[in-house]
């Protein structure tokens, strides 16, 4: 009897112990009273009593000086459905925090706009702000021919072109130089003061933006310098890491004004505006391309020199290309945004199951313990016992098998959420370079 005595405690309290270390280290223990009362019975779970919470010695209130006792208590004369709800009221485990986590699991992988959508419709990442100053020169000779036209009139085609394409989002502002008076002498007072911005900074509107440039005709003199300063004090405020400020100078020619161009560009540039200033020189001269280069350099921008509408064209489309490479990057950013996040999500439903088969475990190892010790000490019939096990075993199962199932159905959607979201990137981004190639 000692010896059966000495035996039969010894699986208890092995199990029970090491059970005690580890329900004690479980980092799911609830450190508050969570609120349950929307919980729904899972379907392969409703034949089970789990929704009443721990039982009397369940999760770290196992304690073995106290089970025994009450096992002790138990009628050999108990029926399996009562032994089986004894041991449950006793040694239950709590599983509605799990069951709670994968009901209320968000598959969702990011939020993020489905895409650029069409080229002339890419969005302006939510956060960061772009404006745009277009610089338009309006001096007497404009109004000369190149190869496709009058120069003017090619201008104005190119800057509503690229105008039109702009990021949906961006803050467009047209400003013209020099076209007031003429190129006499007796004018060019006048006409380096003319100055204006005919299309105040803002969203574009492509009614409001024609109409601005419709009226516009070349006439007088070159304030180039005046027009970068102008250009600043119009971006002056929009500052800081989420703002692009870019300013685009349009003119057939250098400085006829007595400003200092090079000196503006370079005060814009390293103001804490940050504006970066772009030239396009518009069928000018060798020496004048030599100025407007040092005025893009000093702006921290490029100089391109172009001929004719074709090549302004081009110009104009290449930084369109330029530009919507940028947006195509940020949305790649945000497509390995959704991998790690989707990542993640998968790693904490993983978390999830481990811990929710664990403690399937705790509570089988318990319940096992408590019938070997009923068995081997009580002496309990072993037709009973038997039954009983079975059916811990089934619960056991079915615990398990709920949890696998459900942490594989999540995951699924997780990843079915992310592939479909990144190859919807890819697919836009196909499509509207496919667009540009064309």
């Keep these: ?15 029970g112990s090491q059970s005690v270390k580890k329900a004690e280290a479980d980092p799911s223990a609830e450190q508050k009273k969570p609120d349950y009362s929307g919980l729904k019975i899972p379907e392969q779970l409703k034949s089970l009593d789990i929704m009443k919470g721990p039982g009397e010695y369940g999760g770290t209130s196992y304690d073995l000086k106290k089970i025994r006792p009450q096992l002790d208590k138990i009628s050999a004369a108990i029926s399996p459905d009562q032994l089986e709800a004894r041991l ?22 990011i939020d993020i706009e489905a895409g650029p959508g069409s080229v002339k419709n890419i969005q302006v990442p939510e956060g ?9 020169d309006a001096s007497g000779s404009m109004a000369d021919k190149v190869d496709g036209g009058v ?26 130089y020099g076209h007031k008076g003429s190129n006499s002498k007796s004018d060019k007072q006048i006409s380096c003061n003319s100055i204006e911005e005919i299309y105040p900074l803002g969203a574009y509107d492509q009614t409001r933006f024609q109409s601005s440039l ?4 070349p006439a007088g003199w070159t304030p180039l310098a005046g027009a970068i300063q102008k250009a600043e004090k119009t971006l002056a405020g929009h500052t800081g890491d989420n703002t692009q400020n870019v300013v685009y100078v349009v003119s057939d020619g250098i400085e006829t004004c007595d400003g200092d161009p090079v000196a503006a560009a370079d005060k814009l540039h390293h103001s804490n505006i940050q504006a970066v200033v772009n030239i396009i020189g518009f069928d000018v001269d060798n020496e004048g391309q030599q100025a407007l280069l040092e005025v893009a350099n000093a702006g921290g921008g490029e100089y391109q020199t172009v001929k004719s509408k074709v090549d302004l064209e081009a110009y104009f489309e290449g930084e369109f290309k330029r530009l919507y490479d940028e947006w195509q990057k940020w949305a790649e950013v945000h497509e390995e945004k959704a991998s790690i996040i989707a990542a993640h ?4 439903l993983d978390i999830n199951h481990e811990d929710m088969k ?16 009923l068995k081997e000490e009580r002496k309990f019939e072993y037709e009973l016992i038997s039954e009983v096990e079975s059916r811990i075993y089934e619960r056991k199962e079915a615990l398990s098998d ?14 079915n959420n992310r592939d479909n979201l990144q190859d919807h990137v890819r697919n836009k981004r196909d499509e509207e370079q496919e667009k540009l190639n064309n």
């Design 1 to 15: 009897m000692l010896l059966a005595f000495t035996t039969g405690c010894g699986l208890l309290t092995e199990s």
């Design 151 to 176: 120069k003017m009139d090619l201008a104005k085609s190119s800057v509503q072109d690229f105008v039109s394409n702009m990021p949906e989002g961006a803050h467009i502002s047209l400003q013209v």
């Design 128 to 136: 960061q702000e772009v404006n745009i100053v277009i610089l338009l």
């Design 358 to 373: 664990r403690l399937v475990e705790w509570e089988y190892n318990h319940f096992k313990d408590a019938l070997t010790y």
């Design 345 to 348: 999500k998968l790693d904490h």
């Design 88 to 109: 449950i009221q006793m040694m239950g485990e709590d599983y509605r925090r799990h069951i709670k986590k994968y009901q209320d699991f968000d598959t969702s992988v």
């Design 402 to 415: 709920y949890s696998y199932e459900t942490k594989e159905q999540l995951q699924t959607e997780v990843q």
């Design 214 to 217: 419709k009226s516009l005709k």
